[in-house]
């Protein structure tokens, strides 16, 4: 059977991203272009200037893309692009793109959920990994435990009610001046912290059900500084680190065991820009371990936002029908069970 070659595009929030896939799984190039210096002075993604740094970096990263993976156009059997969820504009950029490429090249094109983007990045590190299992998604936007029934048939179990697990990684690290994205300072001033100096609350951890809080922790945290701050209390912001993301990762890592227990899994696999953080690499494998479980998590750089999950998630799409019109609009609420 001829070879699928799959040119995939990324630009749902502030990553301009090209990946060139063979036969879903085997990853040729993946360009990543961030803009994380240019929104580093606002403290967050501001989203029009997102949607500008797109456009200025879209065709560079699909050209550079091309080169190293020493491919022409004529090589590509279809095109994969992000439609949602994300930044409305943003989703837009490299969705035109992928639309106008597609049909200039007379190639059929998929439109793929990021989120799915995200849960596929672990069928890129372990070529044996086929559904079912359970899958952790835990990213800057979102916060899902999904039942990954087939390739994509999903049952979400779980959500966040409110922040998402690494918006509270980014708002903690900002309300200490530490800097943006503040998930991997957090992590990194953790490892010299005391994660028992404050023990903050895990909110949801004796609930029956799946879902999750993080508001209520975050809040709590800046409770903490503030009355430190007030009662002149040195603020050491390593134990604070390290106490604030001990509270993430011990719901994280109960949520996602209960479920493989309730649901009778024995696979486990992690994704989104928070399956980077060690701790919750390290306490899920050791519990994993205890359970007789298995897990797996993408490297770091298939964590945060790539194009290379979306076209593994766009192959799969491909292979199983799935074909797009120049109608597909962006979907910036787009849910993981809904498209
Ligand atoms: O998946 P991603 O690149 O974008 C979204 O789809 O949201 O995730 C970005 C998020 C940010 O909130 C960032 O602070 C967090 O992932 N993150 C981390 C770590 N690395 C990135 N959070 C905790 N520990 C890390 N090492
Ligand atoms: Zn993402």
């Known amino acids: 059977m001829k070879d699928v070659i799959t040119l995939a595009i990324e630009s749902s929030c502030d990553e301009t991203a090209c990946a060139i896939l063979k036969n879903g799984r085997e990853v040729l190039t993946n360009i990543i272009s961030t803009q994380i210096e240019t929104h580093k002075k606002f403290g967050g993604v501001v989203p029009e200037v997102a949607s500008r740094k797109h456009i ?17 156009f004529g090589d ?27 049909f200039s090249l007379g190639i059929p ?3 793929v959920n990021h989120i799915e983007g995200h849960l596929s990045a672990n069928y890129i590190v372990d070529n044996d990994l086929k559904p079912p299992f359970i899958t952790l998604i835990v990213s800057g936007g ?16 779980g959500k966040t009610k409110d922040d ?16 943006y994205p503040g998930g991997p300072i957090v992590d990194r001033l953790a490892k010299n912290g005391n994660p028992h100096s404050v023990e903050f609350p895990r909110a949801c951890i004796n609930e029956d059900g799946y879902d999750f809080s993080f508001s209520g922790l975050k809040s709590s945290v800046l409770n903490h500084l503030n009355s430190c701050k007030m009662k002149g209390i040195e603020i050491v912001p390593e134990d604070i680190c390290a106490s604030f993301q001990a509270a993430v990762v011990d719901v994280l890592v109960n949520k996602t065991i209960k479920a493989c227990k309730d649901k009778n899994y024995n696979i486990v696999t992690l994704s989104g820009g928070v399956a980077a953080n060690s701790a919750l690499r390290e306490k899920m494998k050791q519990t994993c371990d205890e359970n007789g479980l298995k897990l797996c998590y993408p490297p770091l750089v298939l964590c945060t936002d790539n ?25 910036p609420n787009l849910k993981i069970d809904k498209g």
Do not use: W
């Not at 200025?56 to 022409?72: F, H, K, M, T, Y």
């Not at 194009?307 to 962006?330: K, P, Q, S, V």
């Open 307 to 331: 194009a290379a999950m979306i076209g593994c998630a766009g192959y799969y799409r491909y292979i199983n029908g799935r074909r797009d019109g120049m109608e597909l609009n962006a979907v």
């Open 56 to 72: 200025e970096n879209i065709d560079v990263v699909v050209q550079q893309a091309l080169e190293e993976a020493n491919l022409g």
């Open 76 to 102: 590509i059997t279809h095109i994969a692009v992000t439609y949602g969820p994300g930044l409305v504009g943003a989703l837009l950029v490299g969705l035109s793109y992928a639309k106008a490429l597609a």
């Open 142 to 157: 979102h916060t899902h435990l999904v039942e990954v029934k087939d390739y994509g048939v999903y049952e979400i179990l």
């Open 164 to 179: 998402a697990s690494g918006e509270a990684f980014d708002k903690i690290a900002r309300a200490m001046n530490l800097g």
């Open 109 to 111: 094109f998929v439109g």
